[in-house]
């Protein structure tokens, strides 16, 4: 039984995709089932904290047999609602942008970027990956027709809040941001930042405590 409307913290939350991106390769592997062990040594947790994980949501398998991979994806992608994953569009065609598109989402569970805009009018119209750049003006309507969207911001320091401002306007309610200059949003926006420097002290400090660097 999945208890989908169960407060569970953010850091749970994130382990569970981690959990689900690791299912996905081994299902791609061809292994139908894994256990609390195999994910604990590949999502750097132990094997308890994967079982205590789950067990928020219910009962995923049994003890000693292990977990079916496809069941367990299916039932943690259905808590994280990516069964059906929503467009990704891009803000800003710069090096970070180029960049995304061209890495592509491969093994997020079905995610895509879908489109990209820049304000610069020499580079809409050009390709990247496959997808051409959009003109700010077309971002109304682009997302009038993809319906729920989540917005990537990779735009120079400085037009991060314009950005914001024209995504709200245009009925975006989630958004990515590589700029990390404070963003003001409305209630009811979701904002998050891609914060590159957090994760380096988080995995310094880490290393401080297992003693691989000095205090």
């Known amino acids: ?9 953010e850091k749970t939350i994130r382990r569970l995709s981690h959990y689900a991106r690791c299912l996905r390769h081994t299902r ?8 609390s062990e195999y994910l604990a040594k590949r999502c750097g947790i132990s094997s308890a904290g994967v079982r205590k994980d789950l067990a928020v949501f219910g ?10 991979v496809l069941g367990l994806l299916a ?7 990516t069964g059906k994953p929503l467009h990704v569009i891009v803000i800003g065609a710069g090096n970070i942008g180029y960049a995304l598109l061209k890495s592509g989402l491969e093994g997020t569970g079905g995610y895509h970027y ?14 990247c990956a496959g997808i051409a750049i959009q003109p700010m003006a077309e971002l109304r309507e682009t997302i ?26 245009a009925g975006c309610n989630a958004i990515l941001s590589f700029v990390l200059e404070p963003l003001d949003i409305p209630e009811g926006v979701k904002l998050r930042y891609m914060e590159i420097s957090t994760e380096l002290d988080i995995l310094t400090h880490s290393m401080m405590r ?6």
């Not at 039984?1 to 913290?9: D, E, F, G, T, Y």
């Not at 039932?75 to 609602?81: A, C, M, R, V, W």
């Not at 319906?147 to 306007?169: F, H, K, S, T, Y």
């Open 1 to 9: 039984m999945i208890l989908n409307n169960r407060k569970v913290s």
């Open 28 to 35: 791609i592997k061809g292994k139908e089932i894994v256990t």
């Open 59 to 68: 009962e995923f398998g049994k003890q000693g047999s292990g977990y079916d």
């Open 75 to 81: 039932n943690i992608e259905k808590i994280l609602g």
């Open 114 to 127: 879908t489109a990209i805009f820049d304000s610069d009018p020499e580079k809409q119209g050009k390709i």
């Open 144 to 169: 009038r027709e993809l319906g729920e969207v989540i917005a990537v911001i990779a735009v120079p320091d400085g037009e991060g809040q314009e950005c914001v401002n024209q995504l709200v306007e």
């Open 210 to 215: 297992t003693g691989r660097i000095g205090r």
